[in-house]
C-alpha cells in the first residue's frame, strides 16, 4: 500500500488545480521585465532590498541555464519563443544569412521581419486569443510578423528612461475604460550590461553603484503597480537574458597570428566568432584549431549538439568560441570590453536569473535552477494561451506555481527505490525462512513407552 502512495505521488508530479477541483477564472494579466545582463551572483554579492522584497512575496530561481550564443538578442527572442537560437534564426547580433544574401546587424536592420519569421513571439501569440498585447523596446519590438504587431510598442531607444517605458506599461495594461488592457507586456531595460562591458562584473565599485540603481527601478517597478492598483492583481516575471564575465588585454586571441585575413569573410566578431571559409573549409578550420590554446574552432557539422546550435542555415562554416574572460580579435593589443559575454551557456559566470510574484506564484519558495526556454511554456501557461512549438516544457516550472501540487521528483524516487530494496530484503529473508532444511544428523530423542506396558513386563528378563 506504501509504494503504491508513492507510485501515485511520482505519477502526480505536477498535477493542477484544475484536478484538484479548484476552476480556474479569467487568467491575470502578465509584465515580463528583463535588466539585460544581470548576472545570477550578483544577487549574493550586492544588496537588492527591493528585488527581494519581490521574489520573497513569490518565487527565485537562483539560476538560468540561457541558450548559445550567451548575447543580448538570441536569448531575448528565446525567452519569448521557447525555442533555441537554431530554432528561432537569431542567432547572433551579427549574421548572414547565405540564402536571401543580407547581413543583419544590431542597431542596422534589425527591424527586417525576414531575420524574426521563423518563430512567432508571445506577443503575436497572445492576439489568437483575443488579448491586447504590449512590448517595450524588447529586442523585435515593431516587427510585424504576417503584418501583426503587438497591440502597443515602442521600438528602442536608450534615451528614453526607466520611469517613462513604465507608464507607458502601467497605462497600457490599464486600459483606457473603453478596451480592456494589455495581457501581456514584456519591458526592457538596458542596465546592468552597459556598465558590464564598461567597467567589468568584477569591479564592485562600480557595479554596486549600478546596481543600486537597478534595484532602485525594481521599487520604482513596485510602487507604480501599487499606486496603479495592479499589484497583487498582475503577475510580474523579472529576469535577464545572460551574464557577464570579467576580461583582460592579456588575454587576447588574435585571429591575424594564425591565419591571413584573405583566408576568410568575417561575420561577427566577439568571444564567438563566425567566418565564411574563402578556401577549403576543413585546411583552414585545422590551422584555426592550433590557433590558441584558449579558443576552440568548429566546422559547422561538428559544433556540439548540447549548444542546439548546428541546425540552422545561418550558421557560418566555422565558428569560433574562446575560453571565458578570453576575447577574440583580428589584430592589435586592444581590448574592446572590459566585460563581455556570448561564452558556453554552460558556464556559471553566463547564467542570469529570474523572480516572480503576483497571484498565481507561490509564496517564498526559490528552486536553484531552470531552463530559460522553459519560461516561455510558463508564461504560456499563465495567460491560458496555448504555446507555440517550442523546446520548453513545464514539468519544472510548474513548481513555481501555487494552484500546482509540485513534489521533489528525486526525493520520490529515492523513497520509492529505497522502499523496493528493502521489499526485495524481507522477501528473500522470508523465503530463505521458510525453505530452509536441517543439516547434519537428528538430535537425540528419548522413545516414549506406555505405562501399562512397563508394568506387564516389570519381572521378564531381557532378550540376548
Known sequence: MFLKVLLGLLCGVGASGAENGTARQGPPPLLLVSFDGFRADYLRRFPMPNLKLLYSQGVLVEQ????????????????????????????????????????????????????????QPLWIT??????????????????????????????????????????????????DGKEEGAMFTS????????????????????????????????GLLISEL?????????????????????????????????????????????VVTAIIPLQDPEAICALLKMCHPHMRAFLKSAIPDRL????????????????????????????????????DNSLPSMHPFMAAAGPSFRQGYRISGLQSVDIYPLMCHLLSVPPQPNNGTLNQARCLLAAETCWDVPLVVGM????????????????????????????????????????????????E
Request: with cysteine; aromatic share 10%.
Open 64 to 119: 538560468l541555464t540561457n541558450v548559445f550564443i550567451t548575447k543580448t538578442f538570441p536569448n531575448h527572442y528565446s525567452l519569448v519563443t521557447g525555442l533555441y537560437a537554431e530554432s528561432h534564426g537569431i542567432l547572433a547580433n551579427n549574421m548572414y544569412d547565405p540564402v536571401i544574401h543580407k547581413s543583419f546587424h544590431v542597431g542596422g536592420n534589425d527591424s527586417d521581419p525576414v531575420w524574426w519569421s521563423e518563430a
Open 126 to 175: 497572445a492576439l489568437d486569443s483575443g488579448y491586447k498585447t504590449a512590448t517595450v523596446m524588447w529586442p523585435g519590438s515593431g516587427v510585424a510578423f504576417g503584418n501583426r504587431t503587438a497591440s502597443h510598442f515602442l521600438p528602442y531607444d536608450g534615451h528614453v528612461t526607466f520611469r517613462q517605458r513604465l507608464e507607458n506599461v502601467t497605462q497600457w495594461m490599464l486600459g
Open 187 to 218: 519591458l526592457y531595460w538596458e542596465e546592468p550590461d552597459r556598465s558590464g562591458h564598461k567597467f567589468g562584473p568584477d569591479n564592485d565599485t562600480a557595479m554596486s553603484q549600478v546596481l543600486k540603481e537597478v534595484d532602485d527601478n525594481i
Open 226 to 270: 501599487r499606486r496603479t492598483g495592479l499589484w497583487g492583481r498582475v503577475n510580474v516575471l523579472v529576469t535577464s537574458d545572460h551574464g557577464m564575465a570579467q576580461c583582460s588585454a592579456e588575454r587576447l586571441i588574435r585571429l591575424d597570428d594564425c591565419l591571413h585575413p584573405d583566408n576568410y569573410t568575417l561575420v561577427d566578431l566577439s
Open 308 to 343: 542546439h546550435y548546428r541546425n540552422n542555415e545561418r550558421t557560418q562554416p566555422i565558428i569560433l568560441i574562446a575560453d571565458e574572460g578570453w576575447t577574440i580579435v583580428q589584430r592589435g593589443n586592444k581590448l574592446p570590453r572590459l566585460g563581455d559575454h556570448g561564452y
Open 416 to 463: 520509492v527505490v529505497g522502499v523496493l530494496l528493502v521489499l526485495t530484503v524481507i522477501t528473500a529473508l522470508f523465503r530463505f525462512l521458510r525453505y530452509r532444511r536441517p543439516s547434519g544428523s537428528r538430535p537425540f530423542q528419548r522413545l516414549q513407552v506406555d505405562d501399562d506396558d512397563d508394568d506387564d513386563d516389570d519381572d521378564e528378563p531381557l532378550l
